[in-house]
């Protein structure tokens, strides 16, 4: 796994999605992270220092998987330049077929429509 900088990160995701149009898939993990071990963080939170948390964005086709960690500050532009990518490769996706409502509430209607006794 190779930690790249978010830039090189984005073109290689790019190139992931493309190679993976006809056949295959890409998966993208995000994790909250430190990037430090358990004793480094118990060591800081006994001395009262504050944890800064990164995002840990992980990119695998299968064969071959990047990585990047973006902070706080680049969070905005990672996250639109990580958007438009999405919308620009998301057209292989099927659309769903959605059932038309009205069609199925008066469906309801007319299957259930035997009606109760009454009680006294």
């Not at 990672?78 to 659309?95: D, G, N």
Request: charged letters at 30%; proline letters at 2%.
């Amino acid at each position: 796994m190779v930690l790249l900088q978010l830039d090189p990160f984005l073109n290689e995701l790019t190139s992931m999605f493309e190679h993976s149009t006809e056949k295959g898939s890409v998966w993208v993990t995000l994790k909250r992270s430190s990037l430090k071990s358990k004793v480094q963080k118990n060591k800081m939170t006994t001395a009262g220092d504050a944890i800064e948390y990164r995002c840990l964005i992980r990119a695998t086709d299968g064969k071959k998987t990047i990585s990047t960690s973006v902070g706080a500050k680049d969070h905005q532009r990672f996250q639109a330049s990580y958007a438009t990518i999405l919308k620009a490769h998301m057209t292989a996706l099927k659309k769903r077929e959605r059932k038309d409502k009205k069609k199925g509430a008066e469906g309801v209607k007319k299957e259930g429509g035997v009606k109760k006794p009454n009680r006294v």
